[in-house]
Structure formats: C-alpha cells, structure tokens
C-alpha cells in the first residue's frame, strides 16, 4: 500500500538535545511538507520541498533543518534551538502541478521534551 | 496573522444533528478551498474540496458552502454519527503555491 510513514511515533527528549523524525513516501510524489500542529493553532508550515536536493522555509522554520536527500525521504531535524519543541508534527507530500493540490498526510510524531 | 479564520473552536451535537462549521478568508487570490478531518493521534485526510466558480459541493453527507462575495466558506454534515467525532480543518491556498493555509481546527463531539 502505497502511503507515509512516520517514525518514531512517541519520541522524547531532553533539553539541548538534537532529535531526528523520520518521513518516508511510497507514493512517487515530489513535493514533500513539515507541519507542526499545537492545540487551538491548527497546522503551520515548518520546511517543504519541491524537488530532491531543495528545500525552502516555511513559517516557523526557526529551530528546525531539513534535507532532501531522495525523492522518497524528507527528515526534519528539532534542534536544541527551538525554543518550544513539544508538539505533534505530521509530514505531509504531494503531486507536482497546477492540478494537484491533495495533501496526502502521514500519522504524526508527537515530541515531548522533558 | 492567521489567513484562514475557523469557527467555532469546539462543537457538540446530538446524532442526527447538522453541524455546521464555518471559515473566512481575506486573500482574494484564493482559488481552492479544502477540508480535512483528523481523529485522534492520526494525521489529517482531505474529505472535501472546492473551488470559488461553484456555491455549493456535496459528497456524501458532507456539504461545503461557498459565498465569494463574503469570503466565507462552511462545511454541514448532513445526519451527523457519533463516528463523525473529528476535527476539522478548513484550509486554501491559491494557484502556484506551495502551501495551504489552514484554519485553526474545529473539534466535533457526536453524541449518540
């Protein structure tokens, strides 16, 4: 089945420490999304990437860093930076193109920072 | 500033009410106007979608509602079921761009 897959699920952390979230898609698309969702704030755009080896800032890219090494992979790095890291965030991707504009989401990490 | 304004936050209803959910917008080069329902520790799934050059879309028992003219957008579910127990969230974006904006969710309770 063709899909995103998120890992870890759960993850926590320490303060001042780096943490990886995995997102991996099955689905051919090239454009690949960061959001992070907080209660009452609904979903804002950390980093997207439309082709392999290009990214771009989203809102609140402050704390985070991305690559784009491969079409079928878009890791989001929360760095010791971010000030307010806890939080649950969902990768999402897409098909290139005017018509395409479905974003097809995987389950989520949610980061607590201990 | 937020570019999409949800309301309301929270919203309970009994089984078989209609629930209506509403969204503004003050972009006027918004030209696609979605919706996304999320359960609990999953991630968002589109449910339904439209474009300004029609008033109303229907799939199902879902209906989007769209006044240019106001720039507002609703969503109505039509004989809501307790598995209609979601949130929701209203989002846009225009052509050529990489984003949708989304709304800051409304949480629907059915209650059996």
């Known amino acids: 089945d063709g899909g995103i897959t998120q890992s870890p699920k759960y993850l926590f952390r320490k303060e001042g420490q780096n943490v990886t979230l995995s997102c991996e898609q099955n689905?051919?698309?090239?454009?690949m999304y960061w959001y992070r969702q907080d209660p009452g704030q609904g979903l804002r755009l950390i980093y997207y990437s439309q082709i392999v080896n290009d990214f771009q800032k989203g809102d609140i890219a402050e704390g985070y860093s991305v690559s784009r090494e491969k079409k079928e992979s878009f890791p989001l790095t929360v760095t010791s930076a971010q000030k307010n890291p806890t939080a649950f965030y969902l990768c999402?991707?897409?098909?290139?193109?005017?018509?395409?504009?479905?974003?097809?989401f995987g389950e989520g990490s949610r980061l607590t920072v201990l | 500033q937020q570019q999409v304004k949800q309301s309301p936050q929270s919203l309970i209803v009994q089984k078989g009410g209609i629930p209506i959910i509403n969204c503004a917008y003050e972009n006027t080069a918004f030209d696609y106007f979605p919706w996304y329902q999320q359960f609990p520790g999953k991630g968002p799934a589109l449910l339904i979608a439209?474009?300004?050059?029609?008033s109303e879309k229907k799939e199902g028992r879902f209906t989007i509602s769209f006044n240019k003219s106001a720039k507002q957008f609703s969503l109505h579910i039509m004989d809501s079921q307790p598995g209609d127990s979601a949130t929701y969230f209203c989002a846009a974006s225009k052509a050529g761009a990489n984003n949708l904006f989304f709304g800051t969710g409304t949480r629907l309770t059915v209650i059996p």
């Open positions: 689905l051919n698309h090239d454009a």
């Open positions: 439209i474009r300004p050059d029609v």
């Open positions: 999402a991707s897409t098909l290139s193109g005017q018509g395409n504009r479905e974003l097809f």
